[in-house]
């Protein structure tokens, strides 16, 4: 069992930046890991995720150039940098992993993430 707790969303303006957090109780070092998004009365999104196999990070083209998804194995945590929020980026962002043995690249599909943390509500408005 894996837990995440979500931190950092807020009401910022647009142009504004957060910095989510997301706190594991396990090294993720061997774990897909990734960030969503669910706006409101939309179905969750997929942002970014960091692939264990490769190491790479791939962006959904929504937050692509805006955003950067970092992480340290020896805090446990993974953060999603976000800049030039825009009102559309508002919704509850969620921090979730892919246990091992994880696919080698991080899966695009929520179904594929066992854990899950509780999310964190972003809301981008003047």
């Known amino acids: 069992q894996v837990q995440l707790v979500e931190s950092g969303g807020g009401l910022v303006m647009p142009g504004g930046s957060l910095r989510l957090s997301c706190a594991a109780s396990?090294?993720?070092?061997?774990?897909?890991i990734a960030w969503f998004r669910q706006a409101p009365g939309k179905e969750r999104e997929i942002l970014s995720c960091?692939?264990?196999?490769?190491?790479?990070?791939d962006y959904a083209d929504a937050v692509k150039g805006r955003s950067t998804m970092s992480r340290d194995n020896a805090k446990k945590t993974m953060w999603l940098q976000m800049n030039g929020l825009k009102p559309e980026d508002t919704g509850v962002y969620y921090c979730?992993?892919?246990?091992?043995?994880?696919?080698?690249?991080?899966?695009?599909?929520?179904?594929?993430?066992?854990?899950w943390g509780q999310g964190t509500q972003v809301t981008v408005s003047s």
């Open positions: 979730a992993v892919q246990s091992p043995p994880a696919d080698y690249t991080c899966p695009m599909y929520e179904q594929r993430y066992e854990y």
């Open positions: 396990t090294d993720l070092r061997y774990y897909n």
């Open positions: 960091i692939s264990v196999g490769t190491g790479g990070i």
